[in-house]
Nanobody, 124 residues
Framework: QVQLVESGGGLVQAGGSLRLSCAASGRTFTSYTMGWFRQAPGKEREFVAAISGNSGTSTLYTDSVKGRFTISRDNAKNTVDLQMNSLKPEDTAVYYC????????????????WGQGTQVSVSS
């Protein structure tokens, strides 16, 4: 069982930065693939970024955030972060942290554990 708690959301102007953090419980955190997803009002939940388990040497990003967002993990602290730079109004959404046992994937239903979400709002 893994419990996830996100933090770091807020309101920022376009071009600004935010850093989201996801704190995980569970002794096997290091083995889980971790992902960040987002959901805007009236839209489906979409993949943002993911990082592989253990050393986290593999990462995956959706095209719209490449070069702006960076996912990282600290296995000693059981955390996974999402550094978001050059934010745009279209990045506005509730951001969710998720975990799965297995390879990097982008499909939400293939993740087993979810946090409660944190709101990110970007004003123009």
């Amino acid at each position: 069982q893994v419990q996830l708690v996100e933090s770091g959301g807020g309101l920022v102007q376009a071009g600004g930065s935010l850093r989201l953090s996801c704190a995980a419980s569970g002794r096997t955190f290091t083995s889980y693939t971790m992902g960040w997803f987002r959901q805007a009002p009236g839209k489906e939940r979409e993949f943002v970024a993911a990082i592989s388990g253990n050393s986290g040497t593999s990462t995956l990003y959706t095209d719209s955030v490449k070069g702006r967002f960076t996912i990282s993990r600290d296995n000693a602290k059981n955390t996974v972060d999402l550094q978001m730079n050059s934010l745009k109004p279209e990045d506005t959404a509730v951001y969710y942290c998720a975990a799965r046992w297995g390879a990097l994937v982008t499909v939400p239903r293939m993740y087993d554990y979810w946090g409660q979400g944190t709101q990110v709002s970007v004003s123009s």
